[in-house]
């Protein structure tokens, strides 16, 4: 004889004969059905927010808030400096404008902080009403739980989290140690004097983005040598890097070494984009091709190896270098070299658009070393250059002017606003800036052209520690 059983839960049987060949079995419950569309629902109401409600997000408005903090009392400070010292000519121009343009950048902030306030308002509302409703459904399944499983598991989670309390306790935290002072081998950065070299090279007016410079640490026979990276494809991308054996050669356009290729074609996978891009040590450093990563193209093997960035870090063109009029496109990703190496500068999603500093160490492939975070809204900064270890950014104050207003010193933590070192432009927008420890120079290219500037350091004993 063959039997079938239907078992949803336990209760009344009644047994009914059908044939002399089978025997059906119908149970039936008194016991309500579990609502496991209910439970369903409730899963994905929690998990929405969760997503909506993070630690990143809830440390945003601190973010803003500091940012405010320090910005006013310099606006104050430089609004004092003008009363006194305006002598109604070039000076009370130039001061106008730096003033003006921190104005601009704290409306922006102060813009930012109320829309951030009334989102977060609106989203604390909707949660807390939506949170009130989970609580109470929650509690009327808890009917069906009538075995008390969830209780107890509530209770293990109670004494797992008081076990960890107590371990943790029994073993602090041991405080990291402190990085040592930075210091330069040139002096105090004090000025910035020329420009020294202004030539629109072998393609005049051809290529508005580029970046050029030279190799702080130069292959043996190649300490004269100087690039070129020219983005030829929409003015955002480039597949070589062009040298020339000497700044004559780069002025007249006579590149005898000629281009090493990244790839044929441009672009592709880990081609250049942007024309934030440095040579240090033989290989090229540069933001890759629609990647939020640093690649590193080393010019005597033809390979590139990539560096991946921290998660959330923004790229093709949404974390840009800006001025109070426009942003410049896909300079997400700034390279920057100095006397320690290379650096990479950006930001990321869960630092509200302030800039990050990172050491690149070098490798195959390179890797992220330090990092720090500062509270300069990047899109109020025009470009970034390092320096002796201290990292240094400029904004837009006309079209002849641009200055050196802010640095950020990675060993002590110390931040300045107020710098107040103005660059003579060729050119109304620097697209790129790098600076060259060889010979202490600014390399800056300006819409096609290539111009350099001399750092001044203040005259003081060698590795003389600098507090900026």
Known sequence: ????????????????????????????????????????????????????????????????????????????????????????????????????????????????????AMRYKTLSADTSEKLQELKTEMQELEAFDTLQVVKRQQANQRLKRDLDQCKNGLHPTIPPTKDPQSSCPHGRFMNVSGPRVYTAGEYPGSYKFGAWGRDPKPEPGKESWYWLVMLTSSNVFSNYVRLYSSQSSLIVGVSVPGNILIHTSNPTTNTVQGPNVVLYGG???????????????????????????????????????????????????????????????????????????????????????????????????????????????????????????????????????????????????????????VDQMLHAYCESYMVSYKVQFEPIDNFYPVFV
């Open 283 to 437: 290989a090229l450093y540069y933001n890759c091709y629609n990647q939020d990563s640093v690649c590193q193209f080393n010019l005597t093997t033809k390979t590139v190896t990539t560096l991946k960035l921290p998660k959330g870090t923004r790229y093709n063109s949404k974390g840009n270098f800006c001025n109070v009029d426009e942003c410049y496109p896909y300079t997400d990703l700034d390279l920057a070299t100095d006397e320690s190496g290379v650096w990479v500068v950006y930001t990321t999603t869960q630092d509200f658009g302030n800039m990050v500093l990172s050491k690149v160490e070098e490798g195959q492939p390179p890797t992220l070393g330090q990092t720090w975070r500062t509270s300069v809204y990047k899109q109020g900064v025009s470009n970034t250059f390092m320096a002796c270890g201290i990292l240094y950014a400029t904004r837009y104050v006309s079209k002849d002017v641009e200055e050196i207003f802010y640095s950020f010193n990675p060993a002590t933590g110390r931040e300045r606003f107020n710098l107040g070192i103005f660059i003579n432009k060729m050119a109304p927008k620097i697209y790129s800036l790098n600076y060259s420890p």
């Open 1 to 116: 004889m063959k039997l079938v059983v239907i078992l949803p839960l336990c209760a009344l049987f009644i047994a009914q004969t059908t044939s002399s060949e089978s025997c059906v079995c119908e149970l039936s419950s008194s016991e309500p059905l579990f609502p496991h569309d209910t439970l369903k629902t409730l899963q994905d109401s929690a998990s929405d927010c969760n997503g909506n409600i993070t630690p990143q997000k809830s440390t945003e408005m601190e973010s803003l808030l500091l940012g405010l903090e320090r910005r006013l009392p310099q606006l104050e400070e430089d609004v004092l400096t003008l009363e006194k010292e305006n002598d109604g000519d070039m000076y009370g121009a130039l001061s106008l404008h730096v003033i003006k343009n921190e104005i601009v950048e704290i409306m922006q902030m102060i813009d930012k902080l109320n829309s951030t």
